[in-house]
């Protein structure tokens, strides 16, 4: 199945039957099949006059009491990043996938992994975060599509799927779990369904008292403490033991460098990888831990340079971290990759730990 | 006989009643309320048909009309 | 003694924080009026805006989401999509409406959304203090046009429900004024038309009102009524523009 059609199935088998978008390459094919699926199955299915809209499509709905959903692609989640600022702050369960295209502006069409900043940093104002979670494949995107409607619930707050071109491009076969696995949907007791026999239930992210804005603030930090504390999601692969070069990477560009893992590692050299799964939150802990079996650190994106500063900072300076990256859809093969890592190799030793070691 | 009664602590003093009251009736008192407004009264009560325009016109619901026996609606609302 | 005037159930007993005067306060009030006569309060939830109806929310005795600026036909359209039998209210200046919201608020009427707005024209940006807002008059002093508003620069204020009865989708849009007795009856009936229809499930609905800003315009509340009559009246004329029933626009 091709990724973006298995991610919009995803959220059907996740109990999700509504769903508002704008199209937007690479992306489209997922509003194209749920134009199909979503009627079959009794849903909503919207596409929106623009991202705007569709973000608050996305509050009024959630704030209804409904799980709800939408997909786009870099410049449509710029045009969201306000309404993700409003959703943390009401605190509304949406999630919102991003296959994220080259920028910036137009910047093209092809698989990058350039709004890592964006994702993870926020694009909207305010101080809040939204979860977000990166699939290195169709299946796995498919079972933190599905995950990503249970972790909004459970946080009351956005999820953000960060995917690019390659996994809603990509053909591969998926496993659709039995929906009588997936938790159901959380009742939602302050959803606006009427005021009958009850108080007034009221979604807001006005809070103009300073005593109690201060108060939302704090119960979002204590969220978001607690996603640090429960939700870091990572895969090791070689790292473990004592490694030469530890790799650091994350989606479609981790499964590149697993395979440039396998071939150094025949080679007899010592190599491992950390993918981050959950990239908000981060797994620093790990990444800082697995950095300490190794002699230097190589991070490689599909962008200039943006992962890397949180490299840098679970690494603290205690060992070198070097940076690879392409951009433009350009996608480094293998080869590609363990040429950086032998060229760390042949470095002297000397000088490497000079501007490394601190800690 | 229709009675008007004005919420002295609702009323804004912004004297719309008096001008929507063609029968005179309403006029503003020389206190203030809690919140520092001349709150409108009825001066002339007698003189009130009970047709509801004060209170229909009243942008901060201050004003409640009674009626005592058969009222004739002039206009539905 | 029997009540003849009170205040409907649909609001609350707070006080508004609306300047003495603006007829912010009888537009809730005709609102509240018309969910109680159709027995729609149970299942209402309004939107509020952002601008000086954004605390809309404390005065109604309904759900309520808050929106953000201009958003809030968006937030309506993805709640009656998801509930269709709520019934969703979007109230609205003509700031959040008519200029940051203009997009949401055309697709919603295209699309025939079974929604119902209230859109609030007092000519003005009230919340900011007084700017000049799209549908300010020619020639009008406000904060951001301290000589007036220079149409060959600003363009000619801009006449919503005439922008929105062009749209073929069925559609009931209306503009009303709320600044005597006589308009506010008239004013209910169309609110309470706009609620039946959406009700009934037939169309979109919006309903525009001419209402007062006394503080940002510098005018005492009587004044501003005149002011209303005067100036504003005979730019935006009244009228129910289009019914679901007259099929395409015009
Ligand atoms: C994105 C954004 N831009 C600007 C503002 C500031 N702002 C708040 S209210 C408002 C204007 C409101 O005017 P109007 O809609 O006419 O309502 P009124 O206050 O007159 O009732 C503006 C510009 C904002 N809150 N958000
Ligand atoms: S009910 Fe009519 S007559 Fe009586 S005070 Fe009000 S406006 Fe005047
Ligand atoms: S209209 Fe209402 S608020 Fe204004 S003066 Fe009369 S009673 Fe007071
Ligand atoms: S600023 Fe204007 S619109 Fe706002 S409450 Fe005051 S009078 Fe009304």
């Not at chain 1, 959803?191 to 108080?199: E, S, V």
């Not at chain 1, 999601?233 to 530890?246: F, T």
């Not at chain 1, 590609?336 to 070691?357: C, F, M, N, Q």
């Not at chain 3, 109680?36 to 309904?62: K, M, S």
Request: proline share 7%.
């Amino acid at each position: 199945m091709k990724g973006n059609e298995a991610i919009g199935e995803a959220a059907v088998c996740a109990g999700c039957l509504n769903y508002f978008a704008y199209p937007i390459t690479p992306q489209s094919e997922v509003a194209e099949y749920l134009s199909r699926r979503l009627p079959e199955v009794g849903g909503t299915f919207l596409q929106g006059e623009s991202e705007v809209a569709v973000s608050y499509m996305l509050f009024g709905a959630s704030a209804a009491g409904e799980r709800v959903f939408t997909t786009s692609s870099s410049p449509g989640i710029s045009l969201m990043a306000e309404g993700m600022s409003y959703l943390s702050g009401a605190q509304l369960p949406v999630v919102i996938v991003n296959i994220v295209r080259g920028g910036p502006g137009l910047g093209g069409i092809l698989p990058a992994q350039s709004d890592y900043m964006q994702a993870v940093k926020g694009a909207g104002h305010g101080d809040y975060h939204v979860l977000v979670l990166a699939p290195a494949g169709v299946q796995e995107a498919v079972d933190l599509t599905i995950d990503a409607f249970t972790l909004a619930e459970r946080y009351s707050n956005p999820v953000l799927i960060l995917g690019d071109g390659m996994i809603g491009q990509m053909m591969e076969p998926v496993e659709f779990p039995d929906p009588e696995t997936i938790p159901p949907p959380q009742p939602r007791p302050w959803a606006t369904t009427g005021m009958k026999d009850r108080r007034q239930n009221l979604i807001r992210s006005l809070f103009l008292s300073p005593d109690s804005l201060e108060y939302n603030n704090m119960h979002l930090r204590a969220k978001y403490d607690a996603m640090e504390r429960d939700e870091v999601r990572y895969e090791s692969y070689h790292a473990e033991r004592k490694m030469d070069v530890l790799i650091v990477a994350y989606g479609t560009m981790a499964r590149i460098c697993k395979t440039a893992v396998d071939v150094l590692r025949e080679q007899g050299l010592k190599v491992g990888l950390v993918r981050p799964i959950s990239l908000y939150p981060y797994p620093m802990q790990v990444v800082h831990e697995a950095a300490q079996k190794a002699k230097d650190v190589l991070v490689v994106e599909l962008s200039t340079g943006q992962m890397v500063e949180d490299v840098h900072h679970a690494v603290a300076g205690s060992r070198p971290v070097h940076f690879f990256g392409k951009t433009g859809g350009n996608i480094p093969p293998p080869d590609r990759i363990a040429d950086e890592v032998r060229k760390l190799l042949v470095k002297k030793p000397g000088k490497s730990r000079k501007t490394g070691r601190k800690s | 006989m229709p009675c008007v009664k004005i919420d002295k602590e609702r009323c804004k003093g912004c004297e719309l009643c008096t001008f929507a009251c063609h029968q005179h009736v309403l006029g503003m008192s020389k206190e203030l309320n809690t919140k520092g407004y001349f709150p409108a009264l009825v001066e002339r009560g007698p003189r009130c048909i009970g047709c509801r325009m004060c209170a229909v016109m009243c942008p901060d619901v201050a004003i409640e009309i009674g009626i005592h026996g058969v009222q004739y609606n002039l206009y539905e609302y | 003694m029997r009540t003849i005037f009170e205040k409907p159930d649909a609001l609350t007993d707070k006080i508004t924080h609306y300047c003495p005067g603006c007829t912010h306060g009888v537009i809730h009030r005709l609102v509240a009026e018309s969910l109680d006569e159709l027995g729609l309060r149970e299942r209402t939830v309004g939107i509020a805006p952002v601008g000086c109806a954004v605390l809309a929310y404390h005065y109604f005795n309904t759900d309520f989401q808050e929106a953000a600026h201009g958003r809030a036909a968006a937030l309506a359209t993805g709640a009656k999509r998801v509930r269709p039998d709520l019934i969703l209210f979007t109230y609205q200046g003509d700031g959040d409406l008519a200029s940051i919201g203009m997009a949401e608020t055309i697709h919603a009427c295209n699309r025939g959304e079974k929604i119902t707005t209230i859109f609030v024209n007092n000519a003005v940006y009230g919340m900011t203090g007084g700017q000049m807002a799209p549908t300010t008059m020619p020639g009008q002093v406000t904060t951001t046009s301290p000589a007036g508003r220079d149409v060959a620069e600003c363009g000619q204020p801009i006449r919503m429900a005439e922008v929105l009865s062009q749209i073929k989708t069925p559609g009931y849009i209306a503009r009303v004024a709320v600044h005597t007795p006589a308009h506010i009856v008239k004013a209910k009936r169309c609110i309470k038309q706009a609620f039946k229809y959406q009700a009934e499930g037939r169309c979109y609905s919006l309903v525009e009102c001419l209402s007062t800003c006394p503080t940002n315009w510098g005018m005492t509340p009587i004044e501003s009524i005149k002011w209303v009559e005067e100036t504003m009246m005979p730019y935006y004329p009244l009228g129910v523009k289009r019914t679901p029933d007259e099929g395409e626009g015009g």
